[in-house]
C-alpha cells in the first residue's frame, strides 16, 4: 500500500462514519454515568459529603481550573510522574537487557528481584521519604520502583523472543554487538518493550500519589488528602478525574508512539 492508498483510506467516508460513530457511542456512555449517578443520589439521598452530584463537582473544577491550583497540582504530580517513569524504564531496559544475555547473573539476582516486588511499595515509600526527604526526589523513586519490575519482565522477554535463525544470520554476516541490537534485537524487542512502558505509564501515576499520600504539601494526591479532611468531595472527585487524564493521556501517547514505531509491522 502507498502512501496516497494510506491518505485516501484516511478520508474514505466509511473512515468518517466509524469515527462519527465512535464519538456519539462516547458521548452516550458518558451521558448514561452521569445520569446513574445523579440517580443514585436522588434515591438514596445522599448527601453532598458522601457523593456530590455532577452538577457540585463541575461547579468545583471550574472554580479550582479559575485559582489555577488544579493545573498547579496536575503539574507537580505529572512531572513525579514522568520523572520516576523516566528513571524506572531507563534502569529496568539496561538491566533486563544485561539479564537476558546472563542467565547466571539473571538467577543470581531473580531472587532480590522478587523479594522487592513482594513489599507492597506502601510500605516501602516512608522509608523513601525519611531517607530522601519529602520533596521530588523521593517521589520519583517511588514512581520508578513501581514501574521498573513489569518493564524489566517485558525487556527481557522481548529480547529472548529473538528467533535463533535469525541471530544465526546475523552472525554469518560477521554483524558486531552494536549491529545486532539495533538491526535484530531492538526490533524484535520492541512490542515487548512498548507493552511494558504502556503498563508503566500507568503504574507511575498511582506511585506518585502514594508518594503525595505519605507526606507532600503539593501534587493531586495532596489535594485529595487536603479535600479528604474537609470534607470536600467534590474537591476529591475532580483531583480523581485530572488523575484519570494524566493516566489515559500517557497511555495514548505510548499507544500513538507504538503505532509509528511498529508500523513496519503491519
Known amino acids: 500500500m502507498t502512501l ?63 485559582d ?6 496536575t503539574l507537580i504530580t505529572l512531572g513525579e510522574t514522568l520523572g520516576g517513569l523516566a528513571l524506572g524504564l531507563s534502569i529496568a531496559a539496561v538491566l533486563g537487557y544485561v ?18 516486588q513482594s513489599v507492597p ?24 520502583l513501581i514501574v521498573f519490575f513489569p518493564a524489566l519482565i517485558n525487556t527481557i522477554v522481548g529480547v529472548r523472543s529473538v528467533e535463533q535463525d535469525l541471530s544465526d544470520l546475523m552472525r554469518s554476516l ?3 554487538r552494536w549491529q545486532t541490537f539495533i538491526h535484530l534485537e531492538l526490533p524484535s524487542a520492541l512490542p515487548m518493550v512498548l507493552s511494558g ?11 506518585a500519589v502514594i508518594g503525595e499520600f505519605v507526606s507532600a504539601d503539593r501534587g493531586l494526591g495532596f489535594l485529595i488528602t487536603s479535600a479528604r479532611n474537609n470534607f470536600d468531595t467534590a474537591l476529591v472527585f475532580v483531583a480523581i478525574f485530572a488523575l484519570v487524564i494524566i493516566a489515559i493521556a500517557l497511555y495514548g501517547t505510548v499507544a500513538m508512539l507504538e503505532k509509528i514505531l511498529l508500523k513496519w509491522k503491519q
Open 121 to 144: 511499595i506502601v510500605a516501602i515509600a516512608p522509608l523513601l521519604i525519611i531517607w530522601f526527604g519529602s520533596g521530588l526526589t523521593s517521589k520519583v523513586l517511588i514512581c520508578a
Open 197 to 207: 512502558i504502556k503498563i508503566g505509564a500507568t503504574l507511575a501515576v498511582i506511585g
Open 68 to 73: 489555577g491550583s488544579l493545573l498547579r497540582h
Open 4 to 66: 496516497s492508498d494510506l491518505l485516501n483510506s484516511n478520508h474514505h467516508p466509511r473512515a468518517h462514519k466509524h469515527r462519527g460513530t465512535r464519538v456519539i457511542i462516547a458521548f452516550l456512555s458518558l451521558a448514561s454515568v452521569v445520569l446513574l449517578w445523579q440517580m443514585l443520589i436522588w434515591v438514596n439521598q445522599l448527601p453532598p459529603y458522601i457523593l456530590p452530584s455532577p452538577l457540585r463537582v463541575w461547579t468545583q473544577f471550574v472554580i479550582v481550573l479559575n
Open 174 to 176: 560477521r554483524a558486531d
Open 99 to 116: 539479564l537476558a544475555h546472563s542467565p547466571v547473573l539473571e538467577k543470581f539476582l531473580e531472587p532480590y528481584i522478587v523479594a522487592s
